[in-house]
């Protein structure tokens, strides 16, 4: 299964590649390195993304589909909804879901080379393998463009699962520092 997982998340890494990616982002933190390759170019109002986050005990892939709009009139505040496929390796168990989420994106109005970011996926039980009750992802980012093509961030990542024993599985939980280009 998880040569399953690892071959379906590097296709799909080389079919949003080769659909002229529009950002390409790489994090890291105390325990984790994550890539996030995204394209905007399918459509005008969808995005689409691949990701990868590893760290010693963990190999989670995701594949991310939204349809986003702007909800205010200067264009400062954008909304996206959409759904999230996982792929991960956690202390050697292989979990598969599907989680349903959103995401807000809000440009400074004072200076727009500053930008805040939050999404948050939720996957119940139903929509999990293993013995596990829910899947959370929340992701606040504050960045800011540093070049034409480059950006810088810090973001708070926390990625956890709940067992049917009740205790929490964190895979993720703490800040990272990131550089994002632009294409």
Not at 30 to 56: P, R
Not at 100 to 111: A, C, F, H, S, V
Not at 144 to 162: E, F, P
Request: aromatic letters at 12%; hydrophobic letters at 40%.
């Amino acid at each position: 299964m998880k040569k399953i997982a690892l071959s379906i998340a590097s296709l799909l890494t080389i079919i949003t590649l080769n659909s002229h990616a529009a950002n390409l982002a790489i994090d890291i933190g105390n325990d984790v390195f994550s890539v996030e390759v995204g394209s905007k170019n399918f459509s005008q109002s969808n995005e689409f993304s691949v990701a990868m986050l590893h760290a010693d005990d963990l190999h989670l892939y995701s594949f991310k589909g939204l349809v986003t709009g702007v909800l205010d009139q200067n264009g400062n505040l954008e909304a996206a909804l959409g759904g999230k496929a996982y792929f991960i390796n956690f202390f050697d168990e292989n979990i598969q879901g599907l989680a349903l989420g959103g995401e807000l994106n809000y440009k400074i109005p004072m200076n727009e080379k500053f930008e805040l970011h939050g999404s948050i996926y939720y996957a119940p039980s139903p929509m999990l393998t293993d013995d596990l009750d829910y899947l959370r992802d929340l992701t606040i980012t504050a960045s800011y463009q540093l070049l034409n093509n480059g950006i810088i961030y810090m973001n708070y990542r926390n990625i956890q699962a709940n067992d049917e024993s009740g205790g929490d599985l964190k895979m993720d939980n703490g800040f990272n520092f990131g550089i994002e280009f632009l294409f």
